[in-house]
């Protein structure tokens, strides 16, 4: 079984964040890692600009964000979130071993982060999504996922 995924972001607040997350992931879609992204909820013109430029499709919602996608693995990431540099190795070693299912954390970024947590990713399957339905949040998946969710490292 190949390892890939694809990567839903759930909405963007503006421009900046989502290039930093689009930027990241580039590398993993170079090496098929990453098959498509897909964006999810409102977004301003510039991010609708962002997504057109760099292939990104757009979705309505999480569940048709999950229809659409090229992969029944997805990693779903907000746009906010900082991932490590090693992230991509991290991710094809966790696929290797258990192929669903996992905490992909992201990096704090100053003190405050710190303390309140950092953002972080949820793989998870397009069954579990779609099974969550309209409800389907990051924190909806992780809360499924459990408290003994493998974390990506």
Do not use: F, N
């Amino acid at each position: 079984m190949a390892l890939v995924l694809s990567v839903i972001i759930p909405s963007a607040d503006g421009a900046d964040p989502l290039q930093r997350l689009l930027a990241a992931l580039v590398p993993a879609a170079v090496d098929g890692l990453v098959r498509d992204v897909l964006l999810v909820g409102a977004a301003d013109a510039a991010c609708d600009q962002l997504c057109e430029d760099s292939g990104v499709v757009r979705a309505g919602d999480m569940t048709a964000a999950a229809r659409s996608a090229r992969s029944d693995r997805i990693l779903v990431l907000p746009a906010s979130v900082r991932l490590a540099h090693d992230w991509q190795d991290a991710m094809k070693r966790h696929l290797g071993r258990a192929p669903v299912g996992g905490v992909l954390p992201g990096q704090a970024d100053g003190l405050a982060e710190r303390l309140r947590g950092a953002a972080y990713g949820v793989l998870t399957t397009r069954e579990r999504i779609l099974e969550a339905g309209e409800g389907a949040t990051i924190a909806s998946l992780r809360r499924d996922l459990g408290r003994m969710a493998a974390r990506i490292r």
